[in-house]
């Protein structure tokens, strides 16, 4: 038994209280503080994290000496105000969930203080340990060539239910491509190892949430469209997004494509949305395709059960805090994901907003 690393958490809804999940099942850890104004998501959190003091306010957990680092998992539009109030309180090593803000008029302050924080900063972006996303970026380079075209679709089920219904608002969100895709433009710089120059998008709200209404306020997320970015060096890639299309037997598929060949992985959605009567759940795939010889190659990349039960991400949480967790122990020098990460993966889904908004490119 080595020394027990202690987590403070930030917000316990659904995806904190996956987060407690998943920190359950690493060794000699314990959740010992937690911050959560909802009554109901207290409740919850209690039975997961039966150890755990309940702290009056940010700054209690914070300043509390039984808490080693921290993990903010509150709304979205609470993640600016709270990583400048950590910094001023007591900077520990800081595990922010995506995104990192929603307001382009916090980015100042923001970056200032990153530049000054004396702990990690690690970024949420636990999409790059889906299993079969880790087997794709481990061979991409080889079975490409060196990416030239690359595809994101995802075709998934609508927003779920939040607290206070959060999520159905531009405002508190980001908008949609900045809270649900900025995974999929960080991956995008992840494999093609540019920036982006340019975005352009086409986008609508079609058919979810429309009936919906919160204070005499309609909802105004996105909940379908396609988003092409232009990189440097000449590379381009493109999202396809629909929240409407949940029937689908794979969530997520990528595409990434090279003069040598094609690589594709495919990911189930979460398995408790899989119906019991179809059996057992997809397995994640991943298809090589060489272009000569031409010899396509499909493999399975099965996900240990347990972490699928601990949570709706493939089992990526729990490779992400692991990694986390050897940053904090400082067996690991640097977050895999850093706060320029976050911010540009940020700036992307904001620039594809825009675009959708006015019908015009976007320039990075």
């Not at 491509?177 to 352009?200: A, G, Q």
């Not at 999202?239 to 794979?250: D, I, Q």
């Amino acid at each position: 038994m080595g020394q027990t690393t202690r987590y403070g958490l930030i917000g316990c809804g659904m995806m904190g209280q996956e987060h407690l999940k998943n920190i359950a099942l690493l060794p000699d850890t314990a959740v010992t503080a937690i911050f959560e104004p909802d009554a109901a998501m207290r409740a919850t959190a209690a039975e997961i994290a039966p150890q755990a003091r309940f702290a009056d306010s940010l700054e209690d957990l914070v300043r509390d000496d039984a808490v080693d680092c921290l993990v903010v998992t509150s709304p979205n539009h609470c993640h600016a105000a709270q990583m400048t109030q950590i910094a001023a309180a007591r900077p520990l090593p800081l595990l922010m969930e995506k995104p990192l803000l929603t307001d382009p008029a916090d980015i100042p302050a923001l970056t200032a203080c990153a530049a000054t924080y004396p702990a990690p900063i690690w970024v949420a972006m636990e999409y790059r340990y889906m299993p079969p996303i880790a087997a794709l970026l481990d061979e991409v380079e080889q079975v490409t060539g060196g990416i030239k075209m690359l595809t994101i679709r995802e075709h998934r089920f609508p927003f779920l239910n939040k607290v206070g219904n959060w999520n159905r608002f531009n405002a508190q969100t980001g908008g949609t491509f900045v809270e649900k895709c900025c995974h999929f433009f960080d991956l995008m710089r992840l494999m093609i190892k540019m920036e982006p120059i340019r975005v352009m998008a086409s986008a609508a709200q079609s058919v979810n949430h429309l009936d919906e209404c919160y204070d005499g306020a309609g909802p105004d997320i996105l909940d379908n469209g396609f988003v092409i970015v232009d990189f440097e060096g000449g590379a381009r890639a493109m999202l396809e997004l629909c929240m409407f299309a949940e029937g689908a037997r794979y969530q997520e598929t990528i595409a990434a494509m090279g003069p040598a060949g094609k690589i594709e992985a495919f990911v189930p959605g979460p398995t408790r949305f899989w119906p019991d009567d179809l059996g057992p759940a997809p397995t994640p795939m991943v298809e090589i395709s060489p272009r000569n010889p031409k010899r396509p190659q499909l493999r399975a990349v099965p996900v240990d059960p347990d972490l699928l039960a601990a949570g709706d991400h493939n089992g990526s949480t729990f490779y992400q805090h692991q990694r986390f967790l050897d940053v904090v122990r400082g067996n690991l020098t640097t977050p895999d994901v850093s706060f320029d990460d976050g911010l540009r993966a940020v700036q992307m889904g904001q620039a594809a907003q825009e675009s959708a908004r006015t019908g015009q490119a976007i320039l990075l």
